[in-house]
Nanobody, 124 residues
């Protein structure tokens, strides 16, 4: 079992930065891929970024490429999402998720464990 707890969300202005954290409990975190997803009211949950268990492979949604960076510290059982140059359209609840195969995927259906989410609001 893996339990995930996100933190670091908040209200910022366009152009600002935020760093989200995802603290994991459970022994499989270091062998699991980590993904970040987001969901806005009235929209489906969408993929943001993912990183393989080793950190060697990452994928980003086109909408965040060049602005967001995913990272992980397996010694601390924590994953991060550094978000720079935030835009109002980045406003959403952000979720971290763990995928047991370890390779990472853009598909939310593949993820086995989810956090409760943290709200990010970007004002214009």
């Amino acid at each position: 079992q893996v339990q995930l707890v996100e933190s670091g969300g908040g209200l910022v202005q366009a152009g600002d930065s935020l760093r989200l954290s995802c603290a994991a409990s459970g022994r499989i975190f270091s062998s699991a891929a980590v993904g970040w997803f987001r969901q806005s009211p009235g929209k489906e949950r969408e993929f943001v970024a993912t990183m393989s268990w080793s950190g060697g492979t990452t994928y980003y949604a086109d909408s965040v490429k060049g602005r967001f960076t995913i990272s992980r510290d397996n010694a601390k059982n924590t994953a991060y999402l550094q978000m720079n140059s935030l835009k109002p359209e980045d406003t959403a609840v952000y979720y971290c998720a763990a995928e047991a195969s370890g390779w990472g995927t853009r598909s939310a259906a593949a993820y086995n464990y989810w956090g409760q989410g943290t709200q990010v609001t970007v004002s214009s």
